[in-house]
């Protein structure tokens, strides 16, 4: 059955950097787009980034461009986010998505989350 | 402000049909495909619709999603207790080159 187990949350003060990982299992993951989705504390969900089935591209939320990084490693079917600069509002939830399509846009959709790893930034 | 223009909250009693709507613009809706996701209470979300009227396997047929134009509909019938829940429209924004999100719509069986 289809995986998607995130890490690498924490309390991280504002202008640090945090990295989060996700381990995928379960199917062919160089097959399969991904993203990242978050949800602040009580809100509702926000996607974050998407990187192509080989990794040949990546999209933004106009809000973390050039200070976040979405990148895959297929050989150990593995999802990463780096976040550098992190504000007080990149708080949330932050869930590794599987795309039912290998680009993630157009008539895509998010088959399969993962539960999520809590990222809060507070000084 | 979302993209995607959805109401707050929707109630019906049970055994009845409730609807929900979604309303965006040319570039999204209008372009692309409909996804609807229901978030139940402390749960990561799941994908109810797909392709604006598609049910993934295991899904229940008392789920069904519409769309014209530039907006679309989730409506759910026979209403149970379990369908108290957060549900989400999202499209890809072809102008943007980003995807789009509802504010979020909770359900609330009376």
């Known amino acids: 059955q289809v995986q998607l187990v995130e890490s690498g949350g924490g309390v991280v003060q504002p202008g640090r950097s945090l990295r989060l990982s996700c381990a995928a299992s379960g199917f062919t993951f160089r097959n399969y787009g991904m993203h990242w989705v978050r949800q602040a504390p009580g809100k509702g969900l926000e996607w974050v980034a998407l990187?192509?089935?080989?990794?040949?591209?990546?999209y933004y939320t106009d809000s973390v461009k050039g200070r976040f990084t979405v990148s895959r490693d297929n050989s150990r079917n593995t999802l990463n986010l780096q976040m550098n600069s992190l504000r007080a509002e990149d708080t949330a939830l932050y869930y590794c998505v599987r795309d039912r399509t290998r680009s993630g846009t157009g008539s895509a959709s998010f088959d399969y989350w993962g539960q999520g790893t809590l990222v809060t930034v507070s000084s | 402000q979302s993209v995607l223009t959805q109401p707050p909250s929707v109630s019906g009693a049970p055994r009845q049909r409730v609807s929900i709507s979604c309303s965006g613009n040319r570039s999204n809706i209008g372009k692309n495909a409909v996804n609807w996701y229901q978030q139940l209470p402390g749960k990561a979300p799941k994908l109810l619709i797909y392709y604006d009227d598609l049910l993934p396997s295991g899904v229940s047929d008392r789920f069904s999603g519409s769309k014209s134009g530039t907006s679309a509909s989730l409506a759910i019938s026979g209403l149970q207790s379990e369908d108290e829940a957060d549900y989400y429209c999202?499209?890809?924004?072809?102008?943007?080159?980003?995807?789009?999100f509802g504010g979020g719509t909770k359900v609330t069986v009376l």
């Open positions: 999202a499209a890809w924004d072809d102008s943007l080159n980003v995807w789009v």
């Open positions: 990187i192509w089935h080989d990794g040949n591209n990546q």
